[in-house]
């Protein structure tokens, strides 16, 4: 997971602390939160997931952390063959909103 750029910010007075969480299967992963990041974080973190199909969709959320209850922001789903074929994939993916 690299970076975001979020054109819907859920929040109204403050800056937005997002986090996503990356599944595949029953694997899941977590996005360290990136406290007031606003709506372009830049994660750059990785994580090793088994592939069992290249079939199977990577599915990627994106949330904003709150005090009280985390609010989701947007989702999308990937097609694992899409980013692991020809030494991988520099595409941009839409997160569609939840809203």
């Known amino acids: 997971m690299i970076e975001a ?20 299967r029953e694997q899941e992963y977590k996005t ?8 372009m974080p830049d994660w750059r973190e990785t994580f090793d997931i088994s592939i069992y199909s290249m079939d199977d969709d990577l599915t990627i959320r994106v949330f ?28 941009w993916y839409k997160i569609f909103y939840k809203g």
């Open 5 to 24: 750029r979020i054109s819907h910010n859920i929040e109204k007075l403050v800056l937005m602390s997002p986090y996503c969480i990356i599944k595949v």
């Open 64 to 91: 904003d952390e709150d005090e009280f209850q985390d609010n989701e922001v947007g989702d999308t789903n990937i097609k694992l063959s899409s980013i692991c074929a020809n030494g991988g994939s520099n595409e």
């Open 32 to 39: 360290s939160v990136l406290k007031n990041d606003g709506n």
